[in-house]
């Protein structure tokens, strides 16, 4: 089952005040809108639930190398850049790794 891309959203305005007879209650406007959900890329479809994320520190201890050969693994024009290697991801300054990518890419290169 895949996650959907669009949804709808209804937003209902409402209008409240206090007269003489006591509060009122008055619909405004109803709109609705199909928006796309963002969140669904972070979504793992097998088990439907959110991917877990995992520091730069946990992926190269995941991999077996150090913190330098990692550093040149995912540095562009390095002798040691592997392009198949899952990009970093950033959210509020701070950087991660999809771990289920990671997993993929350690097993089909073993070694």
Aim: proline share 6%; hydrophobic share 35%; charged share 25%.
């Amino acid at each position: 089952m895949a996650w959907p891309q669009r949804t709808l959203l209804t937003v209902i305005f409402f209008v409240q005040w206090s007269g003489r007879l006591g509060r009122k209650v008055r619909l405004i406007s109803v709109s609705t809108a199909e928006i796309p959900l963002p969140w669904t890329e972070h979504m793992n479809e097998k088990t439907l639930q959110p991917t877990r994320r995992i520091s730069i520190a946990t992926t190269y201890q995941r991999a077996g190398v150090s913190k330098s050969t990692f550093c040149e693994m995912t540095r562009e024009g390095s002798k040691r850049f592997d392009p198949t290697f899952p990009k970093k991801r950033k959210c509020g300054g701070r950087r991660f790794f999809i771990e289920a990518e990671v997993e993929a890419w350690l097993l089909a290169n073993p070694d």
